[in-house]
């Protein structure tokens, strides 16, 4: 039974709930000066019951249940009520009115020249795209915040730009406009990344609930419970709504992907990942999972080749309609004779031997090569900033970063392969959709730890993945609640040093401290630790572990405000932050793998083989 809320009296254990329902109805009709009804009950909806469904019966919550932390009290008035989209228009008012309270504050680069921040970065690109032709958005400038993100950021830049010309055209003046902080443009672009979560992250965040709650068995308003509490990630209004980007676009498709997964929908499923793809290169980090899914889905239960071809083709199909408008603008410019003098490849430079700079393909090569070595920038080396991974962490004690690139490079591929290549195994052999979030977010902590230039930010990653569990079976559990409270809380305290560089100190402590409150977790409460009935090993185990993180993060902050670190380490406490987070963030890979494993069922069926082979030999 789950932690949605508690009960203050037990019921005999003799006694089943079917007629422990039965005796609370009629009592209560009776005392409503009302006869139980003759007609038989309607039989339940399938996956509506069970000891996961988080609402149980209304009659229950009404006589015997409380809230047992602050979010379900919220919502307890709405516990009765028959349909989840009754209170689905308030939780997103209100979450809409949270993003927007959040816009408020500053942005990344407000008046710090010279080369400003992300809300230039972005500001810039929506300038590029409404001024220059299509074939020079990927060579443009690239000292001026360059366009270095996948083709449909560059499509999203431009719509943004369009409708933002025709409000202001000064706002996107080619050259002209660099740098500019016009408040009514601030306003403008934080309506961008409102309206753009609005149409895309969560639509899909609210249908990938309803159909991860119903396959879990759990009831529409602990699912309105686990929505709420997805909505409200601090992470992603910090990084999105305040300091400023658009990673919830790239996550939307990533969740629309998931959720067309639980449908059966594995066409949509491929063509959603492609967006997301498209969008940010960061998507790869999912890119496993989806690929072991879908190619799961072909050989379990039964082989299907049909459905292999049709998603194999839509992928091609999809990318090939993502790439289209850059084929189309060299092939014109080629065909009119506007093309400058073709400049050596970025990448691939052995490939220009076999190919005719003057034909009409060499345009469209050079277009898609330039693409390619802008968003996947190798060059930079293994990390740029201090993030809180293995490789920065290991960085403090072995200087690394000044080993040769192409040996980073390899050390950075043999132990990403490492860590997500166990977890896709399994959703290989086992492609049973009540796997997805963990596997996606076991891979994407993998890619988080160990690959190749990862940012502050991309913490976004495995944590979406991992907070959808809150939407599954026993999701709003102590045990399930610590865990994604602790990564989250964690996450948000590791991009700590990014986000007080544009002074967003009193933003981070409001909502993190505010979504730590809403679900009943440290340092607001200790509720998810408290242990009900027989203790366990494990439930103490977990407790002192977070509490020594929680107490540790404390510490770093009461440090930071009131010592300056020494001259000759100006850098301790950032390095500190790195350590820490870096150790709490493998524990939450080793949790969401050590759970994938024991929810698949692969490891009792292995040793269950092995044993009938031992008989017969």
């Given at each position: 039974m789950t932690d949605c809320c508690q009960r203050h009296q037990k019921v005999p254990e003799t006694r089943t709930w079917t007629s422990f329902l039965v005796e609370i109805t009629t009592d209560s009709a009776i005392m409503a000066g009302h006869t139980p009804s003759p007609h038989k009950p309607r039989r339940k909806a399938k996956g509506a019951g069970g000891p996961s469904n988080l609402g149980h019966s209304i009659s229950v919550e009404s006589s015997g249940r409380a809230p047992s932390f602050p979010l379900a009290a919220f919502l307890w008035p709405a516990r009765g009520s028959a349909s989840q989209w009754e209170i689905l228009p308030i939780i997103l008012m209100v979450v809409g009115l949270f993003r927007w309270a959040a816009s408020l504050w500053g942005y990344s680069g407000f008046q710090k020249p010279p080369m400003f921040g992300d809300y230039e970065a972005q500001r810039h690109w929506m300038e590029i795209t409404t001024h220059l032709p299509i074939t020079q958005w990927y060579f443009h400038d690239l000292q001026w915040w360059g366009l270095d993100y996948p083709p449909l950021t560059a499509y999203h830049s431009w719509?943004?730009?369009?409708?933002g010309s025709l409000i202001d055209p000064s706002w996107f003046a080619l050259y002209k406009s660099r740098g500019v902080h016009d408040p009514n443009l601030k306003i403008f672009m934080r309506g961008t990344v409102i309206v753009s979560e609005y149409l895309i992250y969560i639509p899909a965040v609210v249908i990938f609930v309803r159909r991860f709650s119903r396959l879990s068995g759990v009831?529409?308003?602990?699912?309105?419970?686990?929505?709420?509490?997805?909505?409200?990630q601090p992470g992603n209004i910090l990084i999105d709504h305040i300091h400023f980007q658009y990673n919830t676009v790239m996550l939307g498709f990533v969740v629309a992907s998931m959720s067309s997964m639980l449908a059966g929908r594995y066409l949509w499923s491929a063509v959603f990942f492609v967006a997301a793809l498209g969008f940010k290169q960061m998507a790869l980090y999912y890119a496993f999972p989806v690929f072991a899914f879908l190619l799961g889905s072909c050989f379990s239960p039964k082989i299907n080749v049909l459905r292999f071809i049709r998603i194999a083709l839509v992928t091609v199909i999809a990318?090939?309609?993502?790439?289209?408008?850059?084929?189309?603008?060299?092939?014109k410019e080629w065909k009119q004779g506007i093309r400058s003098k073709p400049a050596p490849l970025p990448?691939?430079?052995?490939?220009?031997?076999?190919?005719?700079?003057?034909?009409?393909?060499?345009p469209i090569v050079e277009q898609l090569v330039q693409m390619v070595h802008r968003v996947f920038p190798f060059a930079r080396g293994l990390f740029e900033d201090k993030v809180a991974n293995f490789w920065c962490a290991l960085n403090v004690v072995?200087?690394?970063?000044?080993?040769?690139?192409?040996?980073?490079?390899?050390?950075?591929?043999?132990?990403?392969?490492?860590?997500?290549?166990?977890?896709?195994?399994?959703?290989?052999?086992?492609?049973?959709?009540?796997?997805?979030?963990?596997?996606?977010?076991?891979?994407?902590?993998g890619f988080f730890?160990?690959?190749?230039?990862?940012?502050?930010k991309s913490v976004l990653l495995p944590l979406a993945p991992m907070t959808l569990l809150l939407a599954g079976s026993q999701g709003l559990s102590k045990e399930i609640r610590a865990w994604v409270g602790f990564a989250n809380i964690l996450g948000c305290w590791t991009m700590f040093p990014l986000l007080q560089r544009v002074a967003l100190r009193v933003p981070y402590a409001v909502l993190t401290l505010l979504w730590a409150y809403l679900l009943g977790l440290p340092p607001t409460s200790l509720s998810v630790y408290t242990l009900d009935g027989q203790a366990s090993f494990k439930k103490i185990v977990t407790a002192l572990i977070h509490g020594a993180f929680y107490l540790a993060m404390a510490m770093w902050h009461v440090l930071e405000l009131n010592l300056q670190p020494p001259s000759d380490k100006p850098d301790l406490w950032v390095v500190a932050n790195v350590g820490v987070g870096a150790a709490g963030f493998a524990l939450c890979y080793l949790w969401c793998f050590s759970r994938l494993v024991l929810q698949s069922d692969i490891l009792p069926q292995a040793l269950a083989g092995k044993r009938s082979k031992a008989k017969t030999n």
């Open positions: 719509l943004c730009g369009k409708i009831t529409s308003w602990s699912a309105s419970i686990s929505l709420a509490a997805i909505l409200m990318f090939a309609i993502l790439l289209l408008p850059f084929v189309l603008g060299a092939y990448l691939f430079q052995g490939l220009a031997a076999y190919l005719d700079p003057k034909a009409f393909y060499y072995v200087k690394i970063k000044h080993l040769p690139a192409e040996l980073l490079q390899r050390m950075s591929l043999i132990a990403t392969l490492a860590s997500i290549i166990p977890p896709n195994l399994i959703l290989l052999l086992r492609p049973r959709k009540d796997l997805l979030p963990l596997a996606f977010a076991t891979t994407a902590w730890l160990f690959s190749y230039q990862v940012h502050e």
